[in-house]
């Protein structure tokens, strides 16, 4: 069976339909380190008082999609649908710039997730984080910007401990 250096993924299809696990978790953060996973939902917590739910979650999912955590992007996707929003919308979130499904809001909120995930070497750009902070009031950018620090973190979380989602039958 061969298998790539970073993983022990098979590179060959299963031989049935079954699911295939995930890799192992790492670490259970929760159990070992417990003031500070507390902290982290505390964290979560104030990020998201005052936000909008919609964007709070959008902004969950985009960032999560981009950093691979696959435990953040089922869970994050499940609440946003418990908050009504469709399955194109949620669809779309990877593709949300070619796609007529989201409010000027809810752009400006994806592109500055976007440019606080991907922080490369000049930072935010100016043009994303002025076009946020002309359709967020002060405290409501401040809680996005809030909400984009906290997913990030989660996420790292996620990666670097391999959460995983269970099936949903």
């Not at 696959?70 to 669809?91: F, I, N, P, S, W």
Request: charged share 20%.
């Amino acid at each position: 069976m061969t298998t790539t250096s970073e993983t022990s993924t098979p590179l060959t299809a299963p031989t049935s339909d079954a699911p295939v696990p995930a890799a192992a978790p790492r670490i259970n953060l929760k159990a070992k380190a417990p003031a500070f996973y507390q902290a982290m939902i505390a964290l979560d917590r104030a990020a998201a008082d005052g936000l909008d739910p919609v964007v709070s979650e959008l902004v969950r999912v985009r960032s999560s999609q981009l950093n691979g955590c696959a435990y953040c992007v089922d869970m994050h996707t499940a609440d946003a649908r418990q908050l009504g929003l469709t399955e194109q919308k949620l669809y779309g979130v990877a593709v949300w710039r070619e796609t007529p499904f989201f409010t000027a809001r809810e752009r400006a909120a994806l592109a500055l997730a976007e440019a606080v995930t991907g922080l490369g070497a000049h930072g935010v750009p100016d043009a994303v984080y002025d076009e946020a902070a002309r359709l967020f009031d002060e405290e409501e950018l401040s809680r996005l910007l809030a909400m984009c620090v906290t997913i990030n973190a989660w996420n790292r979380i996620g990666v670097a401990s391999r959460l995983s989602p269970q099936v949903r039958g």
